[in-house]
């Protein structure tokens, strides 16, 4: 059974630099390109970020680029968001997604909420 199981979500105060994890199982995780994709409450998804398979490059929207960072780490089957100076604005539902080819895998989600 493929699971994504998302988790590091939560309360965090304004400028804060909360790390996500997301632990895969049921496929080759390392075969896999990665992203993250976050959805706030009435709005459209959105997505976030972007890892390939070997962790060699990585994309990022213009609205957290420079404060969050993808990484992955394919031994443990284990792909990351830190995410640096948090905005009320990144206030959202983050998912990550495993896409190769027709294969697309999705987690259930973190709540992170950027709050004072």
């Known amino acids: 059974e493929v699971q994504l199981q998302a988790s590091g979500g939560g309360l965090v105060q304004p400028g804060g630099s909360p790390r996500l994890s997301c632990a895969a199982s049921?496929?080759?995780?390392?075969?896999?390109?990665m992203n993250w994709v976050r959805q706030a409450p009435g709005k459209r998804p959105e997505w976030v970020s972007s890892?390939?398979?070997?962790?060699?490059?990585?994309y990022y929207a213009d609205t957290v680029k420079g404060r969050f960072t993808i990484s992955r780490d394919n031994a443990k089957n284990t792909l990351y968001l830190q995410m640096n100076n948090l905005k009320p604005e990144d206030t959202a539902v983050y998912y990550c997604?495993?896409?190769?080819?027709?294969?697309?895998?999705w987690g259930h989600g973190t709540q992170v909420t950027v709050s004072s």
């Open positions: 049921g496929f080759t995780f390392g075969s896999y390109d």
């Open positions: 997604n495993a896409v190769d080819g027709p294969y697309d895998y």
């Open positions: 890892i390939d398979r070997s962790g060699g490059t990585t």
